[in-house]
Nanobody, 124 residues
Framework: QLQLVESGGGLVQAGGSLRLSCAAS????????MSWFRQAPGKEREFVAA???????YYADSVRGRFDISRDIVKNTVYLEMSILKPEDTAVYYC??????????????????WGQGTQVTVSS
């Protein structure tokens, strides 16, 4: 069973940058589609970015060009580089892992494993 632990969240001013990390244990991330989702207070969990097991990159329109997802197979870790942060990026960010069809990669309902989340707060 895969365990995912996020880190790197915090408080940052608008326009700033943060790098989130997601360290996996209990298995290897290589066969999984790895994703980041986020959830703001009072809102549903939403897709942010994903890197498929076959190398495809997927981004929500709201973050495309500002966020960059990557994975390090040796460290068994996934990263989310976030830049030009906006107050509306404030949320708890969750790392996720799943297998199956790539067409479902944006759907939180198909995620097999979740991390515990890390808070990102962007001040204006």
């Amino acid at each position: 069973q895969l365990q995912l632990v996020e880190s790197g969240g915090g408080l940052v001013q608008a326009g700033g940058s943060l790098r989130l990390s997601c360290a996996a244990s209990g298995g290897y991330i290589e066969p999984y589609h790895m994703s980041w989702f986020r959830q703001a207070p009072g809102k549903e969990r939403e897709f942010v970015a994903a890197h498929s097991s076959i190398g495809g990159y997927y981004y929500a329109d709201s973050v495309r060009g500002r966020f960059d997802i990557s994975r390090d197979i040796v460290k068994n870790t996934v990263y989310l580089e976030m830049s030009i942060l906006k107050p509306e990026d404030t949320a708890v960010y969750y790392c996720a892992a799943e297998r199956g069809p790539v067409r479902s990669i944006r759907d939180p309902g198909t995620v097999e494993y979740w991390g515990q989340g890390t808070q990102v707060t962007v001040s204006s």
